[in-house]
């Protein structure tokens, strides 16, 4: 099992996508270990996107984040890294695949809706910058049986 780090960003929430890319997640098999809602300091942006610092859209990336609260997601599955982000499509929304969250309903590069990791690396990060440990939860997935058999 893995466990991932999923952002649904201010024009997922502006654009009442929330539910609807929720429901993608949790249809494909994926469990919930942790969810919330959070406005993303400065700080937290600056480490998150540290990949992203000194490139000249990086200041627009941080503003755009902040405009709402985001929604905070821990998926956990077999391989849940990747898949997630074969669920969310490329970068730029607009030539995302067909079937993808992006692909499906967004059109820009920075307005994406959705961040996840990309990689189990970067996963390991990203749950606990986001998550205290209190806020993750292990329960038994009764379907857990039927999803991987
Ligand atoms: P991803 O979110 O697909 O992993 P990156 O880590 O490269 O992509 O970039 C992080 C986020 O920064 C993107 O999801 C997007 O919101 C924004 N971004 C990336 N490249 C650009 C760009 N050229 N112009 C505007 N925003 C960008």
Known sequence: ???????LKPDAVQRDLVGEII????RKGL??????MMRLSDELLNEHYSHLVGRSFFPEVKSFMQLT??????????????TVRALCGITKAREAAPGTIRGEFAMSVQANLIHCSDSLETAKAEVPRFFKAEELF????????????
């Open 69 to 82: 609260p985001v929604v905070a997601l821990c998926l956990e599955g077999v391989e849940a890294v990747d």
């Open 1 to 7: 099992m893995e466990r991932t780090l999923v952002l």
């Open 23 to 26: 429901t993608r997640l949790e």
């Open 138 to 149: 292990e329960y038994k997935d009764i379907l857990e049986t039927y999803v991987y058999n």
């Open 31 to 36: 469990k919930i270990a942790g969810l919330k």
